[in-house]
């Protein structure tokens, strides 16, 4: 059962490919561009811990959310990441064990791929812990008990509550927005039980996705930081003109919609 408090049997991790690794991210950041306006972290996301391991935890909106963590990896740039995905989706493609998704049969298996992967200071365990798509309003987030009760097996790092939150704004694609929220220090929560930490991690990352949603609805690209610019603009013979027209002026072309709304070719 999950509540057994005792320590999970630790599992073989299956090798990764660092060129693999490599390949993917330049993948996702290129397919994430041709679909994305924009990547934007929030100015109010709080500050990543630089040392000890990092259980990861986000809600689940999108089929995107994979590649969005892929994209924001680059933030925890000295980290090994490992992701929980499906196990049904690994087996169907066999590479995402290169790139360190790892498939989960069950909870007990959960537990004991979770605490083997945090067993390691560096390395940065990702857990969709909604286990399945849920809109960003809906509340409560009933998390998974599994990411709490890992939680408590765990003697050093961080619980890191990370929202996530697809919108449409000013231009043709859509944005992607992104809010850190408090780290939970593990030593700041000695003898917790699996109820305990699920309880706060949900509380935590309903903080932090509140927060988000409060400035999805601003639609003000100030209160953000662009992680990764992608294409703007209308596209097609609308574009063409405009940029003609900027030509003719000796204006430098912004394809953006909002640009246009201004006056701007």
Same mark, same amino acid.
């Given at each position: 059962m999950i509540a057994d408090a005792r320590k999970a049997k630790p599992i073989a991790l299956p090798p990764r490919w660092p060129w693999l690794i490599r $390949? @993917?991210?330049r993948y996702c950041r290129r397919y994430v561009r041709n679909h994305f306006n924009a990547v934007r972290l &929030?100015? &109010? &996301?709080?500050s990543i811990p630089d040392d000890g391991p990092l259980l990861v935890v986000l809600n689940h909106p999108s089929w995107w959310d994979p590649l969005i963590g892929t994209v924001l990896s680059e933030l925890f740039a000295c980290r090994d990441h490992f992701a929980a995905i499906d196990a049904v989706s690994v087996e169907r493609y066999s590479f995402f064990k290169r790139l360190g998704f790892v498939g989960? +049969? $069950? *909870?007990a298996q959960f537990l004991r791929m979770g605490e083997t992967i945090l067993a390691e200071p560096n390395r940065a365990f990702w857990v969709t812990a909604q286990g399945r798509f849920t809109d960003v309003r809906e509340r409560p987030l009933n998390?998974? *008990? $599994?990411? $709490? +009760? =890992?939680?408590?097996?765990?003697?050093?790092g961080c619980v890191l509550?990370?929202? =996530?939150?697809?919108? @449409?704004w000013n231009e043709r694609a859509p944005e992607a927005l992104v809010r850190i929220g408090e780290p939970l220090a593990i030593a700041e929560h000695p003898g917790f039980d699996g109820k305990q930490w699920t309880k706060v991690i949900e509380? *935590? =990352?309903?903080?932090? =996705? %509140?927060g988000l949603n409060e400035e999805a609805m601003s639609r003000d690209p100030d209160r953000f930081t662009n992680l990764l610019d992608g294409r703007s603009g209308v596209g097609g013979?609308? %574009?063409c003109w405009r940029r003609f027209k900027s030509w003719l002026r000796g204006s430098r072309f912004d394809a953006s919609h909002a640009a246009a709304m201004r006056g701007r070719p």
């Open positions: $390949g @993917f991210k &929030s100015r &109010s &996301s709080c989960v +049969h $069950g *909870a998390l998974r *008990a $599994g990411v $709490g +009760h =890992l939680a408590a097996r765990l003697d050093r509550p990370l929202a =996530l939150e697809y919108v @449409f509380e *935590a =990352l309903t903080t932090t =996705l %509140d013979i609308y %574009d």
